[in-house]
């Protein structure tokens, strides 16, 4: 069974400091992350995938096939960066698992 | 096209009636998937439909629920005998299929269910 855990519920730093939002998956064949986002009273949307390998908004995401970790990390946080952050795991039919999502505030 | 659609927003019940709801996917995408959100959980899927065909339902379905995509463009999900349980958020997304360009899954603001 394909599982995904984001350890953390809320996340707190101060703007400019560093972030790092923990993912970590299990499943039996060769994952596809991604990185959803929802921002206040807005809907999810995606972030960044881990095949496309690119940075979005400053945010970049490395797949650790090794420790099955796929965190999301961002050298400098900003107070737009405030939202909801879910890490997913497509299986077939590109269906999605979610895990629980860390609450990411960023604080003046 | 404005992307993934989904009516109604809000939706107040009481315990034993029937509900349903639409969703309109982006044109172009042939897959079509149902998540459930309660709080403090991410999605859970539920059921997703490639073109007119359900080809998967998640065990979270029970029998209560019937989700259809007729014509292979909108999905209604309909719930009967709604229970307090079942009140949560309805997420809606749709994607291309795998080998028709991107797959990212696009999803709409959802349904929030309140069964009183």
């Known amino acids: 069974a394909q599982r995904v855990t984001q350890p953390e519920k809320l996340l707190s730093v101060f703007k400019g400091a560093p972030v790092e939002l923990k993912c970590n998956y299990s499943?039996?064949?060769?994952?596809?992350l991604f990185w959803y986002v929802q921002y206040s009273r807005q809907r999810l949307q995606l972030l960044l995938r881990?095949?496309s390998r690119e940075s979005i908004k400053g945010f970049t995401a490395d797949l650790n096939k090794g420790e099955t970790s796929f965190h999301l990390k961002k050298p400098f946080a900003q107070e737009e960066d405030s939202a909801m952050y879910y890490c997913?795991?497509?299986?077939?039919?590109?269906?999605?698992?979610f895990g629980t999502g860390t609450q990411l505030k960023v604080e003046l | 096209d404005t992307g993934v659609s989904q009516d109604p927003r809000h939706k107040i019940t009481k315990r034993g009636q029937n509900v349903t709801f639409r969703c309109d996917p982006i044109s172009e995408h042939n897959r079509l998937y149902w998540y459930r959100q309660t709080l403090g959980q991410g999605p859970e899927f539920l059921t997703y439909f490639q073109n007119e065909a359900q080809l998967e339902k998640s065990r979270l379905l029970s029998d209560r629920f019937s989700a259809e995509r007729p014509k292979g463009s909108f999905s209604t999900l309909e719930i009967q005998r709604t229970e307090q349980g079942d009140s949560a958020m309805y997420l809606c997304?749709?994607?291309?299929?795998?080998?028709?360009?991107?797959?990212?899954?696009?999803f709409g603001q959802g349904t929030r269910l309140t069964v009183v």
């Open positions: 997304a749709s994607s291309r299929s795998a080998g028709t360009g991107g797959t990212e899954a696009f």
């Open positions: 881990h095949i």
């Open positions: 499943y039996s064949g060769s994952p596809e």
């Open positions: 997913a795991l497509a299986g077939g039919g590109n269906k999605l698992t």
